[in-house]
């Protein structure tokens, strides 16, 4: 089971899922209780990297950062053949990183996250404001039409929305500080986005590799793609899990 959280591997216990308001939630026992059938846990990101790692274009690769977008941002690492966990399974939270400690309120409790900036639910809250200085009247008391969902941003972009389109945008500026940050970091072989926003890649895309061109200074060599979301990469992960458990122990483990 992949769950947008991380998880203390040892425990198999999700200890940290502020996008959902849970901590220390025990999904293990119950639903080992309810289905009689053994239950393994982890971090929806860890499960796209594993997919990554163990299908498609690029199965076999040993250093990999999978990042999905969606109402928050996770981060799953493969480096040097093995997936990063940490000592208790929470390395990776590359999305509660701070770039502004000024900035907006995240729902881990600090300022200024990666993900209250690039997310789907940071694009959906931005869709609803407007430069306070046209008007005088303070950003958030300025709203359009209200949109209930990152799909409807996509879909206003592709019919022309000049607003859903300086929205994704920025989200991509953002996404951009934040991937480079990880080459920096990491230099990985390569960068998946997981997630809608791979629906406005075409848009997207040459932004976030522009920001990473003038932000990354290490020459890494990584490249950044989209993942196709029709083939469901945290499913794949969960399947991924189970075949790393039984057939290759001692890789990505």
Not at 60 to 75: C, K, P, R, Y
Not at 115 to 121: D, G, K, L, M, R
Not at 186 to 214: F, H, M, N, Q
């Amino acid at each position: 089971m992949s769950v947008p959280g991380r998880v203390d591997y040892l425990a198999q216990r999700l200890v940290f899922a502020p996008n959902l308001g849970w901590q220390e939630v025990d999904l293990k026992n119950p639903l080992e209780s309810s289905t009689g059938l053994p239950v393994q846990i982890e971090n929806a990101a860890n499960a796209c990297a594993l997919a990554e790692v163990w299908s498609g274009p690029h199965e076999g690769m040993s250093d990999l950062v999978a990042v999905t977008v969606s109402e928050g941002i996770g981060t799953g690492i493969v480096a040097n053949g093995h997936l990063v966990r940490g000592p208790s399974g929470a390395a990776g939270e590359f999305g509660h990183v701070c770039l502004d400690p000024q900035g907006p309120k995240c729902k881990c409790g600090g300022r200024g996250c990666w993900e209250v900036y690039a997310s789907n639910a940071a694009a959906i809250r931005n869709y609803g404001r407007q430069n306070p200085d046209r008007s005088g009247k303070p950003e958030e008391e300025i709203t359009k039409d209200p949109v209930t969902s990152f799909t409807d941003i996509l879909s206003l972009a592709e019919r022309g929305d000049r607003r859903a389109g300086e929205v994704l945008e920025a989200m991509a500026r953002y996404l951009g500080f934040g991937m480079a940050m990880l080459v920096n970091g990491l230099a990985p072989s390569v960068i998946v986005v997981v997630g809608e926003v791979t629906r406005a890649w075409k848009r997207v895309g040459p932004l976030v590799e522009s920001v990473v061109r003038d932000c990354a200074r290490t020459h890494a060599a990584t490249r950044i793609v989209p993942a196709d979301d029709a083939t469901q990469p945290r499913l794949r992960g969960t399947i991924a899990l189970v075949l790393q458990k039984h057939f290759r122990p001692r890789l990505f483990a």
